[in-house]
């Protein structure tokens, strides 16, 4: 049975940091590409970071480039997401997904999510 | 980059059909995979459909996805429509390196 639980949110002051984890099992987690997808209270989904299933590449919304990078560590089964310069918008429930397969363009399982607040 | 346009809401009775529609704003949708996700209240998303029609294990087969050229959308249809099926349907699909997401559609089951 695919797992993935997501932990390390909580509360942030404008501009600190956060490293977010992301425990994957059930599923060869080399081989597929993970995604973390965001959602701000009341509001849609939005795309934040893909990573390719060897780390090699990675892919970032816009609207994070340069301050979040994620990262995995294959021998441990576990995806980051390490957030900088965190703003009041970052303010979201963090869901970290995997891919079918290798391709980072979508997603089939979900994990429950953790919740980053960033307020003064 | 696109845009990808649902419904806001719609709604049916037990045991009907409904589809939902998702419209890509620019460029062809069949040009990257359509994946729909749904989430019901209080929980995390779940996909019903990727790669355009393909189900996760477990997910029913009432669920069905589809690509329609002509008018540059996607479609996800529900058969046998359940009350566990109300929730929020959000489609997501990619191009130059992003995904975008629809900006959902609320299905109420009545």
């Known amino acids: 049975e695919v797992q993935l639980l997501e932990f390390g949110g909580g509360f942030v002051q404008p501009g600190g940091s956060l490293r977010l984890s992301c425990a994957a099992s059930g599923f060869s987690f080399s081989s597929c590409a993970m995604t973390w997808v965001r959602q701000a209270p009341g509001k849609g989904l939005e795309w934040v970071s893909s990573i390719s299933g060897d780390g090699g590449t990675t892919y970032y919304a816009d609207s994070v480039k340069g301050r979040f990078t994620i990262s995995r560590d294959s021998s441990k089964n576990m995806l980051y997401l390490q957030m900088n310069s965190l703003r009041a918008d970052d303010t979201a429930i963090y869901y970290c997904?995997?891919?079918?397969?290798?391709?980072?363009?979508?997603?089939?399982?979900w994990g429950q999510g953790t919740l980053v607040t960033a307020s003064s | 980059n696109f845009m990808l346009t649902q419904p806001h809401s719609v709604s049916e009775s037990p045991g009907e059909t409904i589809t939902i529609s998702c419209t890509r704003s620019s460029g062809n949708i069949a040009s990257n995979f359509v994946q729909w996700y749904q989430q019901r209240p209080g929980s995390s998303p779940t996909t019903v459909i990727y790669?355009?029609?393909?189900?996760p294990s477990g997910v029913p087969d009432r669920f069905s996805g589809s690509i329609d050229s002509s008018s540059n959308s996607a479609s996800l249809t529900i058969s046998g429509l359940k009350t566990e099926d109300e929730a929020q349907y959000y489609c997501q699909s990619y191009d130059s390196g992003n995904w975008v997401f629809g900006g959902g559609t609320k299905l109420t089951v009545l």
């Open positions: 997904a995997k891919a079918p397969s290798g391709s980072h363009r979508s997603v089939d399982y």
């Open positions: 790669e355009d029609h393909q189900r």
